[in-house]
């Protein structure tokens, strides 16, 4: 199985390739591997398809099976057979992509209640925050991917020098208040 083309594409390229839907993110999945290849089928897996998105995939010769996936079928060497739907059919595939619903790993972040909220096109569950990473609780950002489930290192970095910004300006302020002999506010 498979999850992204960007990581996979290359490999799967002019394979009979499956998309097992697991929501409605599943939809523009569909299309970035058509890229890849002319025999697509898309697994709708239960994920609704308006007649819209029915239409578009039909333009793009993306076959449609509603019938749910019971299973993985593999070959005896391991390497992927097909998908077995409910019915019992067996459709062959080589390359299998499943479109993944990413999480914020914030466990150990329980105890400041911060808020969480979905990402668009339902990719995933991530932290809620203001401009620049700014939290509910004061004195507490969170950046990159824990916010951003797509955020790639160079939006991460960039907030990240942001908050430094900001901390390093509360510092300074500190210790000039702190040199004047006022009490610095928090």
């Given at each position: 199985?498979?999850?992204?083309?960007?990581?996979?594409?290359?490999?799967?390229?002019?394979?009979?390739?499956?998309?097992l839907?697991?929501?409605?993110?599943?939809?523009?999945?569909?299309?970035?591997?058509?890229?890849?290849?002319?025999?697509?089928?898309?697994?709708?897996?239960?994920?609704?398809?308006?007649?819209?998105?029915?239409?578009?995939?039909?333009a793009?010769?993306?076959?449609?099976?509603d019938?749910?996936?019971?299973?993985?079928?593999?070959?005896?060497?391991?390497?992927?057979?097909?998908?077995?739907?409910?019915?019992?059919?067996?459709?062959?595939?080589?390359?299998?992509?499943?479109?993944?619903?990413?999480?914020?790993?914030?466990?150990?972040?329980?105890?400041?209640?911060?808020?969480?909220?979905?990402?668009?096109?339902?990719?995933?569950?991530?932290?809620?925050?203001?401009?620049?990473?700014?939290?509910?609780?004061p004195?507490?950002?969170?950046?990159?991917?824990?916010t951003?489930?797509?955020?790639?290192?160079?939006?991460?970095?960039?907030?990240?020098?942001?908050?430094?910004?900001?901390?390093?300006?509360?510092?300074?302020?500190?210790?000039?208040?702190?040199?004047?002999?006022?009490?610095?506010?928090?």
């Amino acid at each position: 199985m498979v999850h992204r083309p960007y990581c996979h594409g290359w490999e799967a390229r002019d394979q009979p390739i499956g998309i097992l839907a697991t929501g409605p993110a599943s939809i523009g999945h569909a299309f970035m591997f058509r890229q890849l290849t002319e025999d697509l089928t898309s697994f709708s897996h239960g994920t609704h398809l308006d007649e819209a998105t029915r239409a578009r995939f039909a333009a793009r010769n993306i076959r449609i099976v509603d019938t749910p996936v019971q299973e993985v079928v593999n070959n005896e060497d391991g390497t992927l057979a097909g998908v077995r739907l409910t019915d019992r059919q067996v459709v062959a595939r080589r390359v299998l992509a499943v479109a993944t619903r990413m999480e914020a790993r914030a466990e150990g972040l329980d105890g400041l209640k911060l808020p969480m909220q979905d990402q668009p096109d339902n990719m995933g569950h991530g932290i809620a925050t203001g401009m620049a990473g700014t939290t509910e609780v004061p004195g507490m950002w969170a950046t990159g991917n824990a916010t951003d489930l797509a955020a790639q290192v160079g939006a991460s970095a960039a907030a990240g020098a942001h908050i430094n910004s900001v901390l390093a300006t509360a510092d300074t302020d500190a210790a000039l208040a702190a040199a004047q002999g006022d009490t610095p506010t928090l």
